[in-house]
Structures are given as C-alpha cells and as structure tokens.
C-alpha cells in the first residue's frame, strides 16, 4: 500500500504561501534544492492542486533549455517531467508531462490510489492537502520550515475536527536555519 506524504516549505508561522500566493521566502539552497530533487525522483506518483500544478507546469517542463540552466535545475526538470502525476481540478481541461487530469472527488480517488499497489506518494498544494488530512489519509508530513515570518497567506495545516497524533522521524538541518522535520501519523 502506498504511503501519501504531504511535503512543503513553510514558514516559521505556518504558510506555505504569503499573501498574493508570494513564494519569494522559500528560495532553497543548493543542498535544499537537491533533497528536493531526490525526493521527486524517489516519489512514485505526486498528486497536485490545480494552483500549484499550474505554478510547476509554466516553469519545469521547459526549465532546462534556459541558458542559464544549472545542472540541478537540468536535473530536476527531467525529474518532475518524468514523475507520474495526477492534478485534481474542476477547471483544467488538459495536463501533460506524463499527467492524468481527475476531475471527480478527490478524497475518493485518493482513497483509492492508497489501497492499490505502486511506491510512495507526495500531495501537494494547500486545498487538496487539506482535503486529504481532514479524511486521515496521509501518511507523513515533510516540513521544510524557513526562519521567515510571512504573516498571513495560505496555511500549511487545515483546521480539524480531531486530533491527529504524530511520531518525529527526521530532523535535518539546511544552510540558513531551514529545519526539515518528518512526521509519521501514528494510527
């Protein structure tokens, strides 16, 4: 049965995205940047939210034929194109870079992805995380916490209507004071 991780950047109080769906804070270093290559590249199918899959899909299917292309953003280009996705969206019509488009209940299809057979699972994007979490259905949470305070805009967590215990798996340190921190739920 694959595992479903929820795993963002966050600030130190909690958004994933300022005000204005500002991301500019959570740049990532060169170490952070190739952790999050790995995990693209470890991760069986991703599940995107129609906001963020259109903010990696205007810039990383085509990120390594800019000049000035690193070799990281080479990398993790083909990484993202190749993973398998699926975005969730009642607007999008179309998808690409080895995507499929669901747009019936979420829940219900992630429900579903869990109990079949394939590797790990990352979701992505404030709305369909949410979603997820309200029904106990992820797994793990990977929070890349930033030392910035952004003071509003889209939260990592959702509001819940019970508890959801949790174990510390990992904490790892990045250059400038970004923590990650694992988190198992504990069923």
Do not use: C
């Amino acid at each position: 049965m694959p595992r479903l991780t929820f795993a963002m950047n966050m600030s130190l109080d909690g958004y994933i995205a300022a005000p204005g769906d500002d991301l500019g804070w959570s740049v990532p270093s060169d170490e952070l940047f190739q952790w999050w290559s790995d995990r693209v590249a470890a991760t069986g199918l991703a599940l995107y939210g129609r906001k963020l899959w259109d903010t990696m899909s205007s810039h990383w299917p085509t990120a390594d034929k800019e000049p000035d292309a690193t070799p990281a953003a080479i990398e993790f280009a083909g990484r993202w194109r190749d993973m398998p996705k699926v975005v969730f969206s009642s607007t999008s019509r179309t998808v690409d870079w080895n995507t499929r488009l669901v747009t019936g209940d979420a829940v219900t299809e992630i429900a579903r992805l869990k109990a079949g057979d394939g590797g790990p699972m990352d979701i992505s994007g404030a709305t369909l995380a949410a979603a997820a979490m309200r029904a106990g259905l992820i797994d793990e949470y990977a929070i890349v916490t930033h030392p910035v305070l952004v003071g509003g805009g889209t939260p990592f967590f959702t509001a819940l209507d019970h508890w959801v215990n949790l174990r510390l798996v990992e904490t790892r340190t990045f250059p400038e004071g970004l923590l990650l921190t694992r988190y198992e739920t504990r069923h």
